[in-house]
């Protein structure tokens, strides 16, 4: 079974940055697409972008276009956010999430192995 452990939230001012981590773990893992997501207190669960594994295409949406990048270790296993200019909004758990759909399936049912998330606040 394969498991995906995000880590690297915590609190940061506004303005700053933070990276965070997911990393799979487990039996041979084949998802092609990583995805992150996001969910802020009474909101929707967010697409705030995805990767390709092998190829390491990336595929954000305009909200957080420029802010954000997506990216991997060599093996794919690893898969970083990296979160510049963060802004209140942007307060949310962050999820890594698997699926085997192309990086521009940016609905949360196409993918099938989550992260149990990890807590991102901006303080004003």
């Known amino acids: 079974q394969v498991q995906l452990v995000e880590s690297g939230g915590g609190l940061v001012q506004a303005g700053g940055s933070l990276r965070l981590s997911c990393a799979a773990s487990?039996?041979?893992?084949?998802?092609?697409?990583m995805g992150w997501f996001r969910q802020a207190p009474g909101k929707e669960r967010e697409f705030v972008g995805s990767?390709?594994?092998?190829?390491?295409?990336?595929y954000y949406p305009d909200s957080v276009k420029g802010r954000f990048t997506i990216s991997r270790d060599n093996a794919g296993n690893t898969v970083y956010l990296q979160m510049n200019s963060l802004k209140p909004e942007d307060t949310a758990i962050y999820y890594c999430?698997?699926?085997?759909?192309?990086?521009?399936?940016?609905?949360?049912?196409?993918?099938?192995?989550w992260g149990q998330g990890t807590q991102v606040t901006v303080s004003s």
């Open positions: 999430a698997a699926s085997n759909y192309h990086i521009y399936s940016t609905g949360r049912h196409r993918y099938d192995l």
């Open positions: 487990g039996r041979t893992f084949t998802s092609i697409t």
């Open positions: 990767i390709n594994r092998i190829s390491g295409n990336t």
